[in-house]
């Protein structure tokens, strides 16, 4: 990901979640040099093309954050028009790989509780819930919602354990 795709990559934020990141959190995560990825796909017929990658759509994108042995998965996103079609999946392989390749030994990330479909998907991946923070992401007016803590070790064993 670049600067010049912050734009869309915002946009596509902001239809698939109710409490989206801001451009400037993707700004950040550019400057602090973390792991971005974006997933492109040939676009289909009256698919919006990203502007610079001629006939490819923005299908998703990842966003970590290398720690001393770990890493910590901050934002993975697939464009609600695409999901269920296995883009998660490999965006969570090609992280596991990339984690592996700089020695991490843990892979962790928070999902909120109430997102059934993503806690099933990280479970089948092989992820373990692991813990619970309370009231950790905005919900609805003055409400908020925990976050379940959930950690993969990369041990050696394959991408997608459990699946």
């Not at 950040?28 to 492109?40: E, F, W």
């Not at 999901?83 to 965006?91: E, I, K, V």
């Not at 806690?119 to 813990?131: D, I, K, Q, T, W």
């Not at 009231?135 to 354990?161: H, I, Q």
Request: one cysteine or more; charged letters at 25%.
């Amino acid at each position: 990901m670049t600067e010049a795709e912050l734009d869309a990559v915002s946009e596509l934020e902001k239809r698939a979640y109710a409490h989206p990141w801001s451009r400037r959190h993707f700004q950040d995560s550019l400057s602090a040099a973390y792991p971005v990825v974006l997933l492109l796909g040939e676009a289909r017929p009256g698919e919006a093309i990203l502007p610079g990658h001629e006939g490819r759509v923005l299908l998703g994108y990842l966003v970590a954050m290398r720690g001393v042995d770990e890493v910590h998965l901050l934002n993975i996103t697939v464009s609600p028009d695409h999901r269920r079609q296995g883009w998660a999946r490999l965006l969570l392989d090609a992280l596991v790989l990339w984690s592996r390749g700089q020695g991490a030994q843990c892979l962790w990330l928070e999902v909120r509780e109430g997102n059934a479909p993503a806690r099933a998907l990280y479970r089948a991946y092989g992820f373990s819930e692991v813990g619970l923070r309370k009231a950790y992401y905005p919900g609805g007016g003055r409400e908020r919602e925990n976050a379940v803590v959930m950690s993969l070790p990369l041990d050696g064993a394959p991408a997608g354990v459990g699946a």
